[in-house]
Structures are given as structure tokens and as C-alpha cells.
């Protein structure tokens, strides 16, 4: 336990299963390129990239639902014993410009399995085909569509990176339209800040085995689409404190080798001085989105509190 008790510190240790996991990454393709040059270049006159696919073998350990909305596909898993009390939308991470990943629909199906809940996972359309605008019309349409039908305050927005960015920017979307809220909010090592301005960053950049400051600048400065990188819009970390004070509970997991810790615990430190109820969950030398390693001990860990904070 670290000495602010708002920040809580679960695994002093890897477990062996994540370092070698991290070893094998390290000698990896990496998911994104290691410089803004090489992302530049992965990026220009691309074939439009797709979706992993969901797992066929899901449809029996699960009820499943597929809808298309504003023409994107949605998929919900339901319990197999009917819908959950509690319902999740879940925003993939990427970059905001890459799609769904293989890895994805096993935590998904785990989220499921562990909190006894439903969850929606919109496909939203990648940047720069298509904009920041289409992203966020589609995590609108989802929301208003499900607490149309389900009580809000017993709906869950959680995402990974860049997609614990867009569950982040919805409630805050909704907070300024004066609308319903969401009961809670789950954030798994969320891209806060687009333009990592903060220079301790720098210090973490050795240690993350998958991203890069400068590779993360320029995707984020596309997703950005000409608006100012300190925009709450654009980087929710700036968010004013009186719409952070109408945040639900909310809880952060992020690794100590994630580039994102250090805003992670700037954001933390800005919800609990607006008075919002927030924690965070630290694992040494835990790469980004640790979670979805499902085998290791650090993801058990993970989604044994997410299903605390889904229950509680």
C-alpha cells in the first residue's frame, strides 16, 4: 500500500508468467511503430484494417446479440442465464486507429464470466479513414440506445487505452449535456493526456515494451483532427474540476512499465480533489493493458477488483 491510500500497490513483484510474457513482446513486431517516422509511414495509403473477429465458440458459453448502428457492428454478451443486472460498454484500445484485436473478445468473455454482467462492444470506425466526429457519434448512438432500455445508473463505461480514453470522453460528453449518467466507471490504463506533456514520462519510456512518446504524439495528434491536443475533448486529463466532480465511483488499473502510469496518477490526484470517489490499482513492472494477459496473476488480480467494484 503506498502512502496515499487512493492509490493502492497489488503486485510488488512480476509474477513469472508476465515477465516472460513481456520477454516475448520485446522480441516482437511491436503492435505500433517505435518512432512518429515509422507510424507515418505505417499509416499513409493503408488497406482499411478489420476487426478480429469474434470467436465462434463464444456463442455457446454465451447469449449473444449483434446489432448494426450508424453501419458499424455491435456486439453484446450476455450471461447464458439472460442479462446481467449490470451492464458494460467496453471501448477496444488501438491507438483510436486500429481495430478490434484477437486478444480483446477473451477479456470481454472474461468480464462476463467474472462480474455477471452484460457487455456491448461497439466496432467503431478507425481514424483516418474515418474521424474522431464518427467515434464519438457512435459511442453517443450506444449509450443513448441502452439506457433507453436499461437503468443508466446500472451501466458500466470501461475501455482499454485509448478506448479507456473514449469511456472517459462519453461520460463527460453526457455530464455536459445534462443528461443520465452512467453508475460507474472502469478505466484499464486509459490514454489521458494525447500529447504526453507531462516529462516524468520520459523516465518510464525504457520499461514499456510496446509504447513509444513519439510514435503516441503523432497518433494522437490525428486523432486530434486540428483541435488543440490540451482540449478536454482531445485529452480528458484537462477536464475542468466541475466536470470531474459529477464523475461516478471510478477505478484506473495501469502497470508501472506503462507510459500512461504517470497520468493515471495526475488524473487520480485531480478526481479525488473534486471529491469524486476514485482508486487506483498499481502493478510492478506490469506492461500496458496487463488485463488482458488473462493467465497471469495480475490480470486474475485485475478483474477480481473489477468484479468488487461491479458488485459493491
Known amino acids: 500500500m503506498l502512502t496515499d491510500t487512493s492509490i493502492e500497490l497489488r503486485s510488488a513483484a512480476p509474477s513469472l508468467v508476465m515477465r516472460a510474457v513481456k520477454w516475448v513482446v520485446s522480441r516482437q513486431t511491436p503492435v505500433f511503430p517505435l518512432d512518429e517516422a515509422g507510424f507515418h509511414t505505417a499509416m499513409a495509403g493503408r488497406k482499411l ?88 457519434a457512435l459511442a453517443d448512438a450506444v449509450w443513448a440506445d441502452l439506457a433507453a432500455r436499461h437503468d443508466p445508473a446500472r451501466i458500466i463505461l470501461n475501455g482499454d487505452s485509448a478506448g479507456g480514453h473514449m469511456a472517459l470522453a462519453l461520460a463527460l460528453r453526457l455530464i455536459a449535456a445534462g443528461g443520465p449518467l452512467p453508475g460507474k466507471l472502469a478505466l484499464f490504463a486509459p490514454w489521458l493526456d494525447l500529447g504526453l506533456a507531462d516529462p516524468a514520462i520520459a523516465a518510464i519510456e525504457p520499461h514499456d515494451v510496446m509504447l513509444k512518446i513519439g510514435t503516441l504524439r503523432a497518433c494522437g495528434g490525428m486523432f486530434a483532427g486540428g483541435r488543440a491536443i490540451d482540449d478536454p475533448a482531445v485529452s480528458p486529463l484537462y477536464a475542468s474540476a466541475g466536470a470531474l466532480a459529477q464523475l461516478p465511483p471510478t477505478r484506473i488499473w495501469t502497470g508501472r512499465h506503462d507510459l500512461f502510469i504517470i497520468d493515471s496518477r495526475t488524473f487520480l490526484g485531480r478526481l479525488r480533489a473534486a471529491g469524486v470517489d476514485a482508486k487506483l490499482y498499481e502493478y510492478e513492472a506490469a506492461p500496458h493493458v496487463f488485463m488482458a494477459i488473462l493467465p497471469t496473476r495480475e490480470a486474475k488480480d485485475a478483474l477480481g477488483l473489477l468484479a468488487e467494484f461491479v458488485a459493491g
Open 49 to 136: 484494417p478489420l476487426d478480429a473477429p469474434m470467436p465462434e465458440g463464444l456463442r455457446k458459453t454465451f447469449a449473444v446479440e449483434e446489432r448494426e448502428m450508424l453501419g458499424q457492428k455491435v456486439v453484446t454478451l450476455h450471461p447464458k442465464g439472460g442479462p446481467g443486472a449490470w451492464h458494460m460498454i467496453y471501448f477496444h484500445g488501438g491507438g483510436f486507429v486500429k481495430p478490434m484485436f484477437k486478444v480483446h473478445w477473451p477479456l470481454v468473455a472474461e468480464m462476463v464470466k467474472r462480474c455477471g454482467i452484460s457487455v456491448t462492444v461497439p466496432l467503431y470506425p478507425v481514424v483516418p479513414e474515418a474521424s474522431y466526429a464518427a467515434q464519438d
